[in-house]
């Protein structure tokens, strides 16, 4: 199982980025997909997911509904997460995974931080 996130990087506050997560060795059209992020000294929490290309369905944590939109390319086993008015609160390392049963393996994430 491959999980390469990327996309991350230094923003100011009420900047964007699209963060992208290539995976590879698992069915990736099966499965509800969910982007994690785990900031300094915290629990890793769930920040939004995708369900399986049947319905596309999305659900998002409360802190960053309406800044943050999941998508998914099933031909590419890539999902995405575009990050809006970001905010300084958003700095973490974020990750891809299964969403309702993670793998184990994480992959190294991509560091976001938001900052002036």
């Known amino acids: 199982v491959q999980l390469q996130a990327s996309g991350g990087g230094l923003v100011q506050p009420g900047g964007s980025l699209r963060l992208s997560c290539v995976t590879s060795?698992?069915?990736?059209?099966?499965?509800?997909i969910g982007w994690f992020r785990q900031a300094p000294g915290k629990e890793r929490e769930g920040v939004a997911c995708?369900?399986?290309?049947?319905?596309?369905?999305?659900y998002y944590t409360d802190s960053v509904k309406g800044r943050f939109t999941i998508s998914r390319d099933n031909a590419k086993n890539t999902v995405y997460l575009q990050l809006n008015s970001l905010k300084p609160e958003d700095t973490a390392v974020y990750y891809c995974?299964?969403?309702?049963?993670?793998?184990?393996?994480w992959g190294p994430g991509t560091q976001v931080t938001v900052s002036s």
């Open positions: 995708i369900s399986s290309s049947a319905d596309d369905n999305t």
């Open positions: 060795g698992f069915n990736f059209d099966y499965y509800a």
């Open positions: 995974n299964r969403a309702y049963v993670p793998f184990d393996f």
